[in-house]
């Protein structure tokens, strides 16, 4: 077996280990999703040559360089608008657990937030039923009136129960299981 070759291993995924950073969660919505319209960039370039011919003299250049550069896909003005649109849907959806805390109106870090979702009210769901039980429970208690002899697993009885055990009181004492014979 060749140990130099396990030590180089380990000593590379040990120098790896060094430079690896974490995975962090983000939000996907509060990003930009890579949307870039063009980029311009600015350099600067010189180049010396030295021609070596019966002379010897040296040649120098100097380069001031502008590029930009447009990425193909949709246009500038899509792309921006979509990612907007992403954002505000977020912001729809979270502003009603940022208008009803009112301690983040009093911290100075959720500033922006506060002011972004102020005056944003959120659509209230009344197709819950007024008893505050899931639709869910109302279809099973119905199902359960109609067939009473089936039993549901996890089921909450209606009516009585069928079962013949008995709870023992609370002072009962258990009897001393009965010593193995060998």
């Known amino acids: ?28 919505y509060l990003n930009d999703y890579g949307v870039r319209c063009g980029e311009m960039e600015v350099s ?25 550069r447009k990425y193909l896909g949709t246009d500038c003005k899509t792309a921006k608008e979509n990612v907007a649109i992403k954002q505000q849907l977020e912001l729809m959806k979270m502003c009603g657990r940022v208008n009803s805390n009112p301690s983040l109106a009093n911290n100075s870090n959720f500033n922006l937030l506060v002011s972004k979702c102020r005056g944003v009210t959120p659509a209230r769901d009344n197709t819950r039923p007024s008893d505050s ?50």
């Open 1 to 28: 077996m060749n140990y130099y070759f396990t030590g180089l291993i380990i000593l590379a995924l040990t120098i790896l280990a060094l430079f690896v950073e974490p995975a962090y969660p983000r939000n996907e």
């Open 44 to 68: 600067t370039e010189r180049r010396e040559t030295d021609y070596n011919y019966s002379d010897s003299n040296t040649h120098e250049d100097q380069y001031l360089r502008f590029t930009y």
């Open 133 to 182: 039980q899931s639709l869910w429970d109302d279809m099973k208690d119905e199902y359960k009136k109609e067939n009473p002899d089936i039993k549901l697993m996890n089921d909450k009885l209606i009516g009585p129960k069928k079962s013949k055990l008995k709870m023992p009181p609370k002072d009962y004492i258990l009897p001393l299981p009965k010593p193995k014979d060998d």
